[in-house]
C-alpha cells in the first residue's frame, strides 16, 4: 500500500445532499420536499437537524426552534407546522383542521425525535458555549413536549403512550394499520366534502395511500376538530388508539438523550428517568409477542397486540429497550430473507415490510419500500447491541441508495429506484450524517483540501523477533505459519464481512505461538519454495499477517493512516533480507512495478531480493491483498494447491461488491480506488472494463457496461481506511 490520500467519491454527493438541502430551506425551516410537502413537518425536522449538525449549527438550531415556535400550550409539538406563504397545495391545510386559536398547525402530534436531535446537535457543535445556550433553552419545551405524551397519551399509566391518527406514527399507510382502520365503519355521506392533493405532483398512485385510506385519515380528523381537540373526549370516542412500537421505542430513546440534556445543563432528571425505565420496561414486557419473537402494537380499541411484520417490530433495539435475549432473536429475524439478508443480491436491506408476505409491495409507500430514516434509527439501534458489522453494512448500503439512484423519498426494495418525491430532505440530510458518520474516524478525507495529520514513525520495526527464541531453518515452516496463521483465522477473523477482532487475539495464546514460528523465518531459505502457486500463496498470506501485525503490536485503533509509513515501517526478516509490506506487494508480488505516485520502485539497482519476484505479475493479488481497512479484500487463507481457483473467487467477490457499482441510470461506473492506484495494472478504462467483464455477474447491468463501453463515466469510490475490527 501507499499513502496517498484520496478525497474523491462521495464529496460529490454530500455536495448534491446539501444542495438539495439548501434548496428546500425557506429561511426557518426545511421544507421535506420541493413540492409534494411545502409545510415544516415535526419528525422531518429533527432528522434535518442531525444532517445540519455536521456543517451548519445555526440551521440545524433555526430548524427546532420553528417548530417549537408553535407547541402547543399542552405541550404538543404539532404534526405540521403550515407555511402562510405556501397554502393551497397540500391536503389537509389549516382550513381543514381548524385548531383552537386560529393556529397554523394540524391537530395531531408525531414521533418525538427532537431531544435525540437536541443531543446530537450538541455532540457535534463546534460552538459549545452557544449549544450550552440552546439545550438550556429547549430543556423545558422538550419536558413539555414528553409530559403532553405521558399526560394525555397514557391516561391509565402503562408507560406506553398511544397515536389516534396514522399520520402520527410517521408511518401513514403501513400494513400495521389495516386491521384497525378496517374496523372504522366510514359511510361516504357523513364525510366532510375534500380533496386530496398528494397526486398533483406526478407521485403514481400506486405508491401512495388508497383513497380508503384517506377516507379513515379525514373521518378521524373530522371528529377531532367535532371534538375541539379535547383529548380526553378524543379518548373516549377516537375509534383508532394505538401504542406503537416505533412512537414508544422514539419517545424512550428521547427519553433516554433528555435524560443526558438534562444532566449537561445541571438538572434534575429524576422524572425523566422515571418515563425511561416506565417505558422501556412496557416495551419489553408488554409489546412483546413470545409466539412470533417480535415487537408488536397493541390495539387499545380491542385490547390485543396487532401482529404485524413491518421494520417498527425492530426499534426497541434503537429504544435500548429490548433485553439481550429480545435483541438476538430481533437480529436474527432481521439477517433473514424476509428482510433481505444482506447482499443477497436480488433486494435492498433493508425493506420496511417482511417480503415473505402477501402485503409487501416493494413500490407502495410504507408497505414495502426501502425507508432511509427508518434504516438509520435501526442501525444505531444494532450498534448500541453491539452489532456492529450489520450496522455498519447497512450504513454503507444506505450510503449506496441515493448514489445509485438519488435522493428520492423511498426506494423500490427489489430494483433499488427511487420513489415518492425527489430531492428529498431526510434522505439528503440522514445520508450527510451517515458518510460523516460512517468515516468518522477519517474526517480529513471529507476535508476537502486537508491532509490529515499522521505520525511517521521512524526506523524499520522488525516483527519477528521474540526474546529467548532461537530461530532454527525447518523445512515445514511455511506450512507451519500458514497453519498458525489458519488458526488465527479461524479464531478471530470472521469470514462473511472480513473482519478482524485485534484485540482479543492480541491477548490469545495463539498470537503468542504465531510470533514463536514467525521468528524462525529469519532462518528460512526462500529457495525452498518452487512453484509459482507455492510462493503466490506464501507471500500473499505473509503479506495479509504482518499488516494484521502490525496493525496489533503498534497499537492501532482507528485506521492505518494513523502511522504515514505503516507499509514500509515494519517488517520480516526472512532469510538474509528484510522485507516491509511494500517490498512484498511491490517488489515481490508486483514485480517490482512502480508503486503508485512513487517515482522508484522498491527493489533499487541490483538489489538481490529482486531475485524472489514473481513474474509475470497476476493481477487477482489486488483482490486478496488485505490492509486492514474496510474498503480492502476480506481477509482468507491462501493454499498452493488452490490459489488459482481461490484468486479467482477473491476477484470475483470483490467486483461484484459495492466497490463496483455500475449505475446504468446514470451512466456511470463507480470504481474501487484500487483500479485508479493501480492504473499501471489495470490499464485505463477499457482494459479495466476488459478485466471486470467475466467477473461481473451476469445481468442486465454487466451488459449495459458492455454496451456502453466507450460512453459510460468512471468516477472512483471514497476508499474506506478505517480499520475492519
Ligand atoms: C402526512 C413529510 C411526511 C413524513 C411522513 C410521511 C408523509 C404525510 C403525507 O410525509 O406523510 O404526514 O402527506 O403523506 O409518511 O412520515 O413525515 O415528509
Redesign the pocket.
Known sequence: MFEFFSTKGFKSYVKEARKILDGNWTGRYTK??PTL?PHQ????SAFMAIGYAHYSEDRAIKEIHSLFGHQWENGMVP??VFNPEALGN?FPEPDFWQVPGGRLTSGIT?PPLHAIACLHIYQHAKNRRSAHDFLKEMYPKLMASHRYLYRHRDPVKTGLVYIRHP?ES???NSPSWDCPLKNIQVEKTGLPAYKRK?LAHGVPVEQR?SNEDYDRYVYLVDLFRENHYDETEIYRQCPFLVQDVLFNSILCRANRDLAEVGKIIDQDVSEVEEWLAQTSRAIRERMWSPERKQFDPIDLITGEQLPTATAASFMPLFAVAASQKQAQLLYERLNSVSFCALHQGNCFTIPNYDMARNEFDPKN??RGPVWININWMLSQGLKSYGYREKSDAMKKDMIQLPVRFGFH?YFDSITGKGYGSDSF??TSSLFIDLVYEYYDEDRQALNWLGRRKSRKLKDVKILNEVPGVIPSPAADLAPKLMSSIGELKDMFYSMDRGLVDYAAMKRSEEYRSYLESVVHLKAFDLKGLVTREEKLAFWINLYNTIVVQGIVELGLNSSVRGISNFFTHIAYDIGDYTFAPDDIEHGILRSNAHPPYRMSPVFKGRDPRRAYMIEPMDNRIHFALVCGSRSCAPIRFYEAGAIDDQLETATRNFINSSEVVILPEKNKILLSEIFNWYKKDFGHRRDIFRFLRPYLDQDEKAEYLAEHMDTIEVEHLFYDWNLNH
Open positions: 421535506p420536499s410537502y413537518w415535526n419528525w422531518d404534526q405540521i397540500y408525531m399520520w410517521g408511518l401513514d398528494d395511500p409507500y410504507w423519498e430532505g431526510w
